[in-house]
């Protein structure tokens, strides 16, 4: 199953390596809702829709029965972003909510699994004219989007097109272009990966279109995420870069550019933006 998160033989070996551990895991083992979601995914890379919408209602269903709350969580996130890509918004309204009240309920904010529900989330309340609701959502993905990584290069660079969607519909071309450039950065490395390479450039295209604007919080790189992130406490640059593991430098850099990006000039200025987007919680008592 690992194999099939690493991505590395493209959407053949995914394929491969998906059927292998359906085959390993018979129905009663602990592990056979994970190995039928990473049959779905196998099957969304290769871009096979019909067969992982099919593969993803079984890993819901089993999952469910099994009490496996975070593959449910996640095919039910899948299932709802299938069911926008066919035009059926009530069903996917459905399937994303079940998404996310079984995502709070197990406390799986933070998980990176969770990102494809707070999109799918996103893309349901934006169709229904619920901008709020929606930036809220997106705020929850921003935060997550440090972890879509190299390591697990399509899962991560799937959810960033899902993002660019929903920056693209609110026409944030700022927000878009931060999630497609990483969603790149990964490609250039995996080029591999299937048909999804092919959306991020056709999303690249129509973030041309767009009029520049105020970046703001959606402008902010995977990196300035986490530089961001430890803005509230008070270390200094060198205490921040220790704890990244980069140079003192870099982390200046990305405080100058998280700066401009808010359109402030202080640290404690940058904080009440990111707190009032939902970024950080604010100065810790």
């Known amino acids: 199953m690992l194999n ?33 979601q990473m049959s779905g995914i196998a099957s969304l890379a290769s871009g096979a829709l019909d067969r992982a919408e099919r593969e993803f209602t079984e890993t819901s269903d089993v999952a469910h029965s099994a009490s496996a709350a975070e593959e449910e969580q996640c095919a039910l996130a899948f299932l709802a972003l299938l069911a926008i890509g066919r035009g059926d918004w009530r069903h996917a309204a459905t399937l994303a909510n079940r998404s996310v009240q079984i995502m709070r309920a197990s406390h799986f904010e933070s998980y990176v699994s969770s990102v494809i529900a707070h999109t799918a989330s996103a893309r349901v309340s934006l169709h229904r004219g619920d901008l709020a609701d929606a930036q809220a959502s997106l705020a929850n993905a921003q935060l997550l989007r440090p972890q879509l990584t190299l390591g ?8 960033l097109a899902e993002l660019a969607r929903v920056y693209l519909a609110m026409s944030d071309a700022d927000g878009a272009r931060a999630v497609v450039g990483q969603a790149e950065d990964i490609i ?27 970046t703001g919080s959606s402008g902010l790189t995977a990196s300035e995420l986490r530089v961001l992130a430890f803005l509230p406490f008070h270390l ?35 904080i009440e933006v990111a707190s009032a987007v939902g970024l950080i919680a604010g100065i810790p008592s």
């Open 188 to 214: 250039r490395k995996r080029p591999n990966i299937g048909p999804v390479t092919t959306e991020v450039r056709a999303l690249r295209e129509q973030i041309r279109v767009l009029p520049v604007a105020f």
């Open 152 to 159: 697990m290069p399509w899962f991560s660079v799937y959810c």
């Open 4 to 36: 099939v998160i690493l991505s590395r033989d493209g959407p053949d070996g995914m394929r491969s390596h998906a059927d292998r551990a359906v085959a390993a895991e018979p129905a009663y083992s602990e592990w056979r809702p994970l190995a039928l």
């Open 236 to 270: 200094s640059y060198r205490e921040i870069a220790d704890r990244l593991g980069v140079k003192e430098s870099t982390v200046k850099s990305h405080t100058i550019s998280i700066y401009g990006k808010f359109g402030v000039s202080t640290r404690g200025s940058a």
